[in-house]
C-alpha cells in the first residue's frame, strides 16, 4: 500500500527485522516506529550523501584552499568585518 505525504513523498510498505525486545518496549512507549525508522534511515541518507559529496570533491576543495591561502578571498579587499 503506497500512501502520498506531501512533504516527504511516496511510502512504501517494507519488513523489517528488529529486536523482540526493543520493539515491545517501543510499543509500550507509544513510539511510531515507522516514523522513527523513516527518519532515522532519512538521516543516515543525507550523511552518506554527504561524505561521498566530500570524498568527490575533495581534490578541488584541497586546490581552492591552497589557492586562498596563497593569494586570500577574491573579494577580500571589499570586506568590512
Same mark, same amino acid.
Given at each position: 500500500? /503506497?500512501?502520498?505525504?506531501?512533504? /516527504?513523498?511516496?511510502?512504501?510498505a517494507?519488513?523489517?527485522?528488529?529486536?523482540?525486545?526493543v520493539?515491545?518496549?517501543?510499543?509500550?512507549?507509544g513510539?511510531n516506529? *515507522?516514523?522513527?525508522?523513516?527518519?532515522f534511515?532519512? *538521516?543516515?541518507? /543525507?550523511?552518506?550523501?554527504? /561524505?561521498?559529496?566530500?570524498?568527490?570533491?575533495?581534490?578541488?576543495i *584541497?586546490?581552492y584552499?591552497?589557492i586562498?591561502?596563497q593569494?586570500?578571498?577574491?573579494?577580500?579587499?571589499w570586506r568590512?568585518?
Amino acid at each position: 500500500m /503506497r500512501t502520498y505525504n506531501k512533504v /516527504r513523498g511516496l511510502k512504501k510498505a517494507t519488513n523489517l527485522t528488529l529486536n523482540t525486545q526493543v520493539l515491545a518496549e517501543a510499543k509500550k512507549l507509544g513510539i511510531n516506529i *515507522s516514523k522513527v525508522c523513516d527518519a532515522f534511515l532519512e *538521516s543516515l541518507v /543525507r550523511q552518506e550523501k554527504g /561524505r561521498l559529496w566530500k570524498l568527490e570533491y575533495a581534490k578541488f576543495i *584541497s586546490e581552492y584552499n591552497q589557492i586562498t591561502d596563497q593569494d586570500g578571498l577574491p573579494l577580500d579587499k571589499w570586506r568590512t568585518f
